[in-house]
């Protein structure tokens, strides 16, 4: 270490030492902290109004120094009741900490600063790490799911490391992402999937999760800041919420080390029941004889070695996969020097053959206190993941949807040994593509953020920071012609460095006033830079299957590089104001300059107050007991989003690679028209809220109503083609979102030994579209003809014909309606409603079938805690949201001579079934049965066990033995059961990154079931 | 005490703005890896590659799945039948059987109009460039190129559409009307003459560099502009700008059909496609040793694909239209397939092809015949025994069997004793066998107002329906149904 700054430091704490040496006359008191029966160690215990203190050691004893006069002494801890005790006369203080998580003093992280919870005007969600620890996935963001109202998140898939959709308080966006914000440890970091080899040709991402690279265990408090008020002072980033995430840092003492290491294994539960190979055989010959075609080779001539499979395809590309998790940690330091080091490893393998992500963390987070006045410190994080992926939906790289549509009579192998390729009906042999087919990804990612801090006084400070966030990801791919003999053995690969630097600087003032009152001003600026490069090949012709590298392949496909950049310059400021405890003031204001906005709309700014009163201190609500707090919170004001705009588009862009026999071309994009007005999207805010603590606050109970209008919506607006453009995007739209959000906290009973805590939380949200293009009320999403966002609907509906049942016999189909093409319905067709009446089914009699955005959502955890045990169940649901069932109406439409679901055994026989299944014709050419309809919309409403852990706390004399401070062992069920009515896998599932078609399962990789089994120790 | 902590810390206000000084221009942020509208018309490389970039968009509008020369000037006609991977295909089906509705998929006409753009683009920027490196002779070349592209497309939607907005200047900022009305299909001629005679005067002549014949040349131009002077009923200008071309020193017949379409053979069934035939006047180019430079129009034709079967074959009518010893019918089409176009074969799986074959939009077989046509409409005795004697250059040609065969009498038709009227039917039946799948046959039937008495054309019941309608999102767009064509309204 540099031998300087040792020396800086030692001559700090030397005059510190002498500044305390030259006081008055001391003397020492000792004393034991106790919480829940036991010494705690850890405990900061300080002489009030001066810098001594010490904390407890491993028996919960302390020895300090006080002046003979006595004093006060401050114990804190966290997720504690901070304790003031008076020393009076006394040489022992003995005090008792009561576990209290949400205490009106704890201190709640907001932007750029803390406050705390009682100051609060806004719509704040705190979730402590605690709370998270040890739970068995990759992703920071997947961590909130169920645990802060009005927070809905959806785990995409349950690919390892894959994405996640985070929604706080509906869509507030069509055109721009709906993501929130996430900053960590003061970086606001990416959270865009960067991946350049998501298959677009599926039109299906199995997206990646670029907050996987987040160790979990890291996390200190997670805080949702949900409206205006509270998010505004993140501007034009803010619309969609902001997401803080605060890590571990080190606290003065010894050293606490953690070690902590689970083991788990998870498996897909539930298999769709599909036909077997006789069953498949009867089916597809019967539909082959309906629709008048030849019987197939591969039906008839079982005898074949190629055709006389019975694979239960689910079987063979699901398997029981392991997850490992290890950490180690070491937090402590001096006075003035503290350090929190901590690193991970997790291994987890996918249930879907052939998947897995690994991931190595370290963080190094270090306070110094240099002077008096000066002080400095880093949080440093750096993150290698490791993802061997799958895709998903019908491209030909999928294994999920190919094992649910592909025929059982096709064998895995060849009488060989080798694979069976592309079958007769242009199916991929999903196991050889789990196995073969080379899909990685690699991501390198560091961030950084070293501060300094200058104390002018005791109410002022100015903090400078420097932050950094690299993202290096790596991705190759290789496809082998041993799966499908047409293809030319191509191979990609592509770098793509994300790097975001950001120069902050910040006044802080705060000052508590002599009436009970505080007072506090931020002003700050800050600017960021991003950069995104990216290098990519594509080749192919490789003579061989066993180089999967670039350098194999003969001919170049693509190849080149791209850099492109945006910077943000913003100031922003915050007063606080609390006048005799109970009227509470807060207004931001940011103001954003973006090089992304047209050169006619530069600059943003974006205000916002709020107000709260806390009547609970009001005297006339002297008496009354009962009630610790009530406070009314009331906040209006701006946020935006500049996401939806690339980084040129205001400009136009003119492409190349628009070459000719071998002359390069520039030209401009079909939708690379510059638009010198383009500019953010607006979000104004409106919150009213309530708090109530009840007894002591053993009750705790948050309310909150929001009314919140998105206007400038970015949107492509289409432009009529002879123009020689396509679209042009613009400001237009508009879309509202209203809910309520209700939190309540409890601790049941609290004996000695038995203690029983419930929070829950439960929110509804009402989206609205309210204008889209000029003259256009509805929007469709480019290649999901099923999906719709209309003018006062929600956004990305599902639309398509009303089924009815299926006709009995063909006198039940009394008008004789037609199909668009003439033909008539018959028994055995399905019953489509004729909305307009003309006894034809055609577009027109297209309608809304289903919405996936849903009524309620919520979750509650149940903290039940036995002399040593802790048992904690933790509940999750969601009512109210359609699914449509893709991957089910590919299987059972009657295209392509896809395997179906059992259901196909009922289908339509005879004149006079009733039944559900319409009868079985092959390519469904005559009325298009298997049509986009409510046949496949279903119920994707939930509850289920999330997550349900048990925990055995060793007790003091086992751990005194051998010298530990801590030792717990535990059991968890992560997705242990589900209630649902959905039929696919899972009910949680998305197929496809846009708003606009959410929602969808197309053979999404399932979420799985993790049992795992844990050890946390602590020296 | 406020004057006392400036002076103090005045330090912290210079180490403010020197750190913000530095990196100022955060929210000014030009692209590195594109151009904008503001920073690309700037010297003789943007001309350049402004003009090439014409070219890429004409690749998309004649060789691309939704817009190509077969489906836009073949496939309404009498040449083809479905193949069976056509068969599912509703749009393509629709198009055979002129069973034409808005939402045809290939009713859009947004890859000449994007053509159009690029085209208008360079005529209205490249005469502001002001680099001393851009010549005024390259400057010119680059104008008559736009000019004849430009002229090209048009070309194509007056015949396909019939009157059209008419662009001329490219819009550039969203507050521009994008909804120009229709604009009389005499007027677009008119305005394609018009560019033509600029191009003539502006691009190179073709030279014995084979790349002149895959950019606009003065012998292209004067055969789309023969090609356009036919379709108004100009014919003696057509006549004589046919001979222009008949008479440029770079262009000859090829000796046999086969010196520039393969033949069907056993010994190597897929040979890479013939490119540098001197027949040739103005192809569009497409090859797999560049990056993304493939088309459609094999994969319209042929089984051996990556997507599966083919999605047109030859109709009975066209097999059965081939006499005996007729060296193009082997040439052309073989079982349910069209062979004509095959691209280049894969290195790993020569079954697999590129389907790169150029696309050729004139050769001088075609002016030949069109001059033969615009002959025979002249109908004096001289133009028609000239027109005959045009016809069997191209004739007789099919008949030169290949070295070393025996020879093949040529079966007698037409003399310069017979009526006009069998010398055009006789034409248009040659340039059916000698064009197919070039992209002629149906603006062949529609310029002799034989689309409804020809045999195997299907469903055409009224004139309206020679115009294809306009697509259903142009409609939207404009908000107007009275933009739609007659007949499809």
Known sequence: MNSNFIKILSICLLTLGISVGASAQTRIVKGKVIADGEGIMGVSVKLKGTTRGVTTILDGTYSLQVPESGGTLVFSFIGYATVEEPIKGRSVVNVVLRSDAKTLNEVVVVGYGSQKRRDVTGAVSSISGRAVENTPVASANALLQGRAAGVQVVQNSGAPGGGVSVRIRGNTSIGASNEPLYVIDGVPVKSEDNSGLNDASSGASASMNPLASINPNDIESMEILKDASSAAIYGARAANGVVLITTKRGKAGVPTISFNAYTGISNVIKRIPTLNARQYRDFLNEANQIANRAPETFTTDSLNPYFNGDVFWQDEIFNKAQTQNYDFSVRGGREGATYAFSTNYYDQEGVVLGTRYRRLTTRFNNDFKLSSKFSLGQSLFYARGDNNRTSTGESNRSTVYFALVKAPVFPIYAPDGSYIPKDNIDRNNPIAVADLAHQSAITNRFTGNVYGQFDFNKNLFMKTSVQLDLENLKEDQFFPNTIDQSENRRGSSQTTIDNDVILEHYFSYNRDLSTNGRVSFLLGASQQLNKQERTFLVGEGSPTNDITTLNAATLARSFGTFETNYGISSIFSRANLSLLDRYLFTFNARRDASSRFGANNKVAYFPSASFGWRVSSEPFMEGINFLSDLKFRVSAGAVGNQNGIGNYTAQGAYRLGFNYNGVPGIAPATNGLANADLSWERTKDFNLGLDVGILNNRISVVLDYYNKLTTDLLLQADVPRSSGFERVLRNVGSIRNRGVEFTITSTNINSKRFNWTTTANIASNRTEVVKLNDGETELGVAGLSYSLTRVGLPVGTFYGWQAEGIYARDADNVNQVKNSNGRVFKGGDVIFKDINGDNIINDLDRTIIGDPTPDFVGGFTNTFKYKAFALSVFNQFSVGNDIYNAVRKRQNDMGGGNNPTTAALDAWKKQGDVTSFPLLERGDPRVQNGRHSSRWVEDGSYFRFKNVSLTYNLPTSFLERFKMRSMSVYAQAYNLLTFTKYSGFDPEVNTYASPLGFGVDNGVFPQSRTYTFGLNLGL | ?489
């Not at chain 2, 089906?93 to 159009?116: C, E, F, G, K, Q």
């Not at chain 2, 004849?148 to 550039?172: E, H, K, M």
């Not at chain 2, 004793?417 to 002629?440: F, N, P, V, Y």
């Not at chain 2, 149906?442 to 008495?453: P, S």
């Open chain 2, 1 to 489: 005490m406020i004057n006392n902590m400036f002076k103090r810390y005045y330090w912290v206000l210079v180490l403010l703005s020197f750190t913000f000084g530095a990196c100022e221009k955060v929210t000014d942020q030009a692209p590195v890896s594109e151009f904008t509208q503001e920073s690309f018309w700037k010297n003789a490389e943007s001309a350049a590659s402004g003009t090439a970039a014409i070219y890429d968009r004409l690749q998309t509008a004649m060789g691309s799945g939704n817009s190509n020369v077969v489906v836009h000037g073949d496939a309404r006609a009498d040449l083809f039948t479905l193949g069976t991977g056509g068969l599912t295909q509703a749009s393509l089906l629709a198009v055979v059987n002129n069973d034409l509705a808005s939402s045809n998929d290939y009713a859009a006409w947004d890859d000449y109009y994007r053509t159009i753009l690029q085209a208008n683009l360079v005529l209205k920027y490249v005469p502001k460039i002001s680099d001393p490196t851009l010549t005024a002779a390259l400057r010119d070349r680059y104008i008559g190129e736009a000019s004849f592209v430009r002229a090209l497309c048009y070309f194509y939607i007056v015949r396909l559409w019939g009157n059209a907005p008419l662009f001329t200047q490219p819009v550039s900022s969203p507050t521009d009307n994008f909804k120009l009305p229709k604009t009389s299909k005499e007027v677009i001629l008119d305005t394609i003459e018009n560019d033509l005679n600029r191009a003539l005067t502006r691009v190179p002549a073709i030279t014995t560099d084979f790349s002149t014949r895959l950019r606009a040349n003065v012998a292209g131009a004067r055969s789309l502009l023969t090609d356009v002077y036919l379709w108004r009923g100009k014919n003696q200008q057509a006549a004589d700008m046919a001979s222009l071309v008949i008479n440029d020193p770079q262009v000859k017949l090829a000796t046999r059909f086969s010196d520039m379409f393969h033949p069907v053979a056993t010994t190597n069934p897929f040979p890479d496609p013939i490119r540098n035939n001197q027949e040739f006047i103005f192809q569009v180019h497409f090859s797999n040793l560049q990056l993304d430079q493939l088309n459609e129009i094999s994969r319209m034709f042929l089984v051996v694909s990556n997507s599966g079967n083919h999605r047109l074959a030859p109709s009975t009518k066209l097999q059965s239209s081939f006499e005996t010893g007729d060296t193009r019918s082997i040439s052309t089409w073989n079982g349910d397939q069209i062979v004509k176009f095959r691209g280049s074969s894969q290195t790993i799986n020569p079954a697999l092809r590129f389907h790169d074959n150029n696309i050729i939009v004139y050769r001088l077989a075609d002016i030949i015949l069109m001059r033969a046509e615009a002959l025979a409409k002249i109908n004096t005795a001289q133009s028609r025994a000239d027109a005959v004697s045009e016809y069997n250059k191209v004739r007789n040609r099919a008949f030169v069997q290949p070295a070393g065969s025996p020879s093949v009498a040529v079966p007698a038709t037409i003399t310069a004793a017979s009526t006009s009227d069998e010398i055009i039917d006789a034409i248009l039946l040659e340039r059916m066998r000698e064009l197919t799948a070039e992209g002629k046959r149906w603006f062949d039937l529609v310029r002799n107002n034989k689309v409804m008495t020809t045999p195997g054309v299907n469903g055409v019941s009224g004139s309206n329906e020679l115009l294809w309608p306009i697509a259903d999102d142009e409609i939207r767009l404009y908000n107007d149904p009275s933009f739609q064509n007659p007949g499809y309204q």
